[in-house]
């Protein structure tokens, strides 16, 4: 989140700095003042006057080799993440309405807090309103799945993908669920439940209902239950793991094979690409092998859910 009609060339350029030296380590190398030049097209007294303004903010020490370069030492990141503009991090994240997303966001606390990173996480659904929120600059970074990224990536090309979370869960896949036990598929004459402002729920009830002659009853998350509840539709198309009522009541069905799963499933991490050095910043800094043990021992009964 980079204001720049605030903010003149010299501040941008220490926040750019800034944010370029909270992924480096002790004794790593710096980017040079003609790399600053090519990147910014900004000139070198503006580079160097925002290098020496964190030098005298203390935000780092430097040891300069001659042709070897420029390289950093000390470097004091709540300093520097206070000139970067990014304390706190705000990511925005799905309500954990599962064990699944329970376990997930206890593994991502525990990445956060062993990289030391200043985040705060907050729960907002449907996906379809953080991917506003992160596009309009509101927020850091999202969590999702693939599969939303994916259905949203054209709408949004301002969004790219900076972790995907290999080994975790985002969720499992989607089931067909029912109140009536002769209902095995989706047919001709039915009424079908679809979240309106659900990417990937109404993605694939669309999917199901392809070709056939049904009803389609859209609504909010918690008026579907409710109607499927109730008898005023058939089927919901429903993720597996969550277990709200009436779900636990429902028949709960396989549908088709539609080579989606690995993509509803894994979760992903997205930022905007204004946001310069964020996606750095989280590939550097976020183990995402952690993040898929911890939520493994969760979800085991190893590890008790625990991220605020």
């Known amino acids: ?25 002790e004794g790593d190398g710096m980017s040079t003042i003609s790399e600053y030049e090519n990147a910014f097209s ?33 470097l004091n990141r709540e300093l520097l993440y206070e000139h ?8 925005l994240a799905p309500i954990p309405s599962s064990l699944i997303h329970g376990a997930l966001f206890t593994g ?22 953080r991917f506003e929120l992160l596009s309009n600059e509101r927020c850091h970074f999202i969590i999702t799945s693939k599969l939303a990224f994916r259905l949203y990536s054209e709408k949004y090309p301002n969004i790219s993908t900076a972790l995907e979370l290999e080994g975790a869960r985002y969720c499992t896949p989607y089931r067909l669920c029912t109140m009536r036990s002769d209902i095995k598929a989706i047919e001709d004459g039915m009424r079908v439940g679809i979240y309106d402002a659900a990417i990937e729920q109404s993605y ?34 429903q993720r597996g793991d969550v277990m709200e009522d009436p779900l636990p009541a429902c028949f709960s069905i396989n549908i088709p094979d539609l080579e989606i799963d690995a993509d509803v499933t894994t979760p992903v991490i997205l930022v905007n690409n204004g946001n310069y050095g964020m996606a750095r910043l989280l ?21 008790r859910v625990s991220y605020y």
């Open 84 to 91: 970067a503009d990014w304390n706190p991090l705000l990511g």
């Open 108 to 129: 991502f606390a525990d990445a956060i807090n062993h990289a030391n990173l200043p985040i705060n996480l907050a729960c907002i659904v449907p996906a379809s309103v």
């Open 204 to 237: 694939i009830t669309e999917l199901l209902c392809r070709g056939k002659k049904v009803t389609r009853k859209h609504e909010n998350y918690h008026n579907c239950l409710k109607m499927l509840a109730d008898g005023e539709i058939d089927v919901l198309i």
């Open 42 to 74: 900004c000139s070198r007294w503006i580079i160097q006057g925002a290098i020496q303004f964190l030098l005298d903010k203390r935000c780092m020490n430097i040891e300069k080799r001659g042709p070897k370069g420029t390289f950093v030492h000390d």
């Open 283 to 303: 590939e550097s800094a976020i183990n995402t092998a952690l993040i898929a043990d911890v939520q493994s021992s969760v979800i085991s009964g190893a590890r």
């Open 1 to 25: 989140m980079e204001n720049k009609k605030f903010l003149q060339k010299n501040g941008i350029m220490i926040r750019r700095i800034a944010r370029d030296l909270l992924v480096l380590s």
